[in-house]
């Protein structure tokens, strides 16, 4: 079955950038989604199609994916941005989450 | 603004059936796929499956023998069927709606379903 893989976790300084990395077997011949969960929350998109904002999302998040590896990048991370982030595709018609992210603001 | 809202048992005892349904609002069910996705407590996320309003299914192979996911239009619901469940299937579990194999953009809020005796 296919697996897309993320480091458990990432540190940022406020003001810096961030970057999570999602690996899968030819992921940049899929799209790649990104979701944002904040404690007792559910998961909101910020990425779609590899490197689309959805409204209302802040120009700071953008994506980006080739050869294996996804990648979402946070420029100028907020404490707001403090979250777990989770990649997401398609495989074989069925969704596939990494195992998500935990972006440490600190 | 379309609204997902899960409602079912908090509580499941081992080797019986998780039942739940997602309500939507404020928009048609039709036209769009469904999908349940489940979080194990300080966990990750899981899909489970999906139907879309004509009633075409697909599931995640791992849980595919004890899962059925059905729609009732008529009354703008889905609903998710787990049986013979375990500790293992101890989640908040989520409804979920998608275009055909894109981004979940609406989310229910998620309720939390216990399997224990």
């Known amino acids: 079955s296919y697996e897309l893989t993320q480091p458990p976790s990432v540190s940022v300084s406020p003001g810096q950038t961030a970057s999570i990395t999602c690996s899968g077997g030819k992921l940049g011949e899929k799209y790649a989604y990104w979701y944002q969960q904040k404690p007792g929350q559910s998961p909101v998109l910020v990425i779609y199609r590899d490197s689309k904002r959805p409204s209302g999302i802040p120009e700071r998040f953008s994506g980006s994916n080739s050869g294996n590896t996804a990648t979402l990048t946070i420029s100028g991370t907020q404490a707001m941005d403090e979250a777990d982030y989770y990649c997401?595709?398609?495989?074989?018609?069925?969704?596939?989450f990494g195992g998500g992210t935990k972006l440490t603001v600190l | 603004q379309v609204q997902l809202q899960e409602s079912g048992p908090g509580l499941v005892k081992p080797s019986e059936t998780l039942s739940l349904t997602c309500s939507v609002s404020?928009?048609?069910?039709?036209?769009?796929?469904w999908s349940w996705i489940r979080q194990p407590p300080g966990k990750g996320l899981e899909w489970i499956g999906y139907?879309?309003?004509?009633?075409?299914?697909k599931y995640n192979p791992s849980l595919k023998s004890r899962v059925t996911i059905s729609v009732d239009t008529s009354k703008n619901q889905f609903s998710l069927k787990l049986s013979s469940v375990t500790a293992a299937d101890t989640a908040v579990y989520y409804c979920?709606?998608?275009?055909?194999?894109?981004?979940?953009?609406?989310w229910g809020q998620g309720t939390l379903v216990t399997v224990s005796s």
């Open positions: 997401q595709a398609w495989d074989s018609n069925t969704a596939v």
């Open positions: 139907i879309y309003y004509s009633g075409s299914t």
């Open positions: 979920a709606r998608h275009t055909e194999l894109t981004y979940f953009d609406y």
């Open positions: 404020g928009g048609s069910i039709s036209s769009y796929y």
